[in-house]
T-cell receptor, first 111, second 115 residues
């Protein structure tokens, strides 16, 4: 079973639209990571969040971690076909812990 | 970011044979390496954690005699799938971490097909 709840499972948006993916844990997290993957390929690191309330942005992607460090959102502004792929949130519960992953969100961006 | 190289990227083997997958950290020393398995359209499931010079810690439900993990040096960990069967066909990914507080870097994965 997944320790991280990720939603939605899949998402289809029109090019240019904004979208949000959520990742929730029942336990306080040490670190929350967002990755992008094309199925059958490796993971591309997007962002890491460690502090409660932290927010980071890279190009058109913004990730936030709530104050309790149990929930994170990934927001894509003005989506493009190049954003399509599987987005995975990963989390560690302590600095000595391995990383566990959410179920992933499959994003399709229609041109 | 740091580079983790995984080899081979694809392998096809006959049922009953063993296959070895290598995971190398190219520009840093990895004290800990992780092995994951991914089924089609599913997320990554942690199989085992290995620390250099010690035995790997396997997740519940993962057969340690079937999935042999060796982390003999600070730059190399290997996963050997012994007596492979078609149900072992999957995508296997490793990740490596330099120190406890560090980020884990992922290899490009290995697609194993057992025929």
């Amino acid at each position: 079973s997944q320790e991280l709840e990720q939603s939605p499972q899949s998402l289809i948006v029109q090019e240019g639209k904004n979208l949000t993916i959520n990742c929730t844990s029942s336990k306080t997290l040490y670190g929350l990571y967002w990755y992008k993957q094309k199925y059958g390929e490796g993971l591309i690191f997007l962002m890491m969040l460690q502090k409660g309330g932290e927010e980071k942005s890279h190009e058109k992607i913004t990730a936030k971690l709530d104050e309790k460090k149990q929930q994170s959102s990934l927001h894509i502004t003005a989506s493009q076909p190049s954003h399509a792929g599987i987005y995975l949130c990963g989390a560690r519960r302590s600095n000595n812990n391995d990383m566990r992953f959410g179920a992933g969100t499959r994003l399709t961006v229609k041109p | 970011g740091a580079v983790v190289s995984q080899h081979p990227s694809r392998v096809i083997c006959k049922s009953g044979t063993s296959v070895k997958i290598e995971c190398r950290s190219l520009d840093f020393q990895a004290t800990t390496m992780f092995w994951y398995r991914q089924f089609p359209k599913q997320s990554l499931m942690l199989m085992a954690t290995s620390n250099e010079g010690s035995k790997a810690t396997y997740e519940q439900g993962v057969e340690k005699d079937k999935f042999l993990i060796n982390h003999a040096s600070l730059t190399l960990s290997t996963l050997t799938v012994t007596s492979a069967h078609p149900e072992d066909s999957s995508f296997y990914i490793c990740s490596a971490r330099a120190f406890r507080e560090g980020e884990a870097f992922f290899g490009q994965g290995t697609r194993l097909t057992v025929v």
